[in-house]
């Protein structure tokens, strides 16, 4: 049982360590539209 949890605590982990990089992305992206003057595209993105 307690591999099971540690299996699990790890694999959240690395999961959340991956996702992390990809919502900054999308947050850059959409200040990026928002700043040249494209707030709906800039809106899209931000509400993914």
């Given at each position: 049982?307690?591999?099971?949890?540690?299996?699990?605590?790890?694999a959240l982990l690395?999961?959340?360590?991956?996702?992390?990089?990809?919502?900054?992305?999308?947050?850059?992206?959409?200040?990026?539209?928002?700043?040249?003057?494209?707030?709906d595209r800039a809106?899209i993105i931000l509400?993914?």
């Amino acid at each position: 049982m307690q591999k099971t949890k540690t299996s699990l605590a790890s694999a959240l982990l690395l999961l959340g360590g991956a996702l992390t990089p990809a919502i900054a992305q999308n947050y850059a992206d959409g200040i990026e539209y928002y700043k040249s003057g494209q707030p709906d595209r800039a809106k899209i993105i931000l509400e993914r």
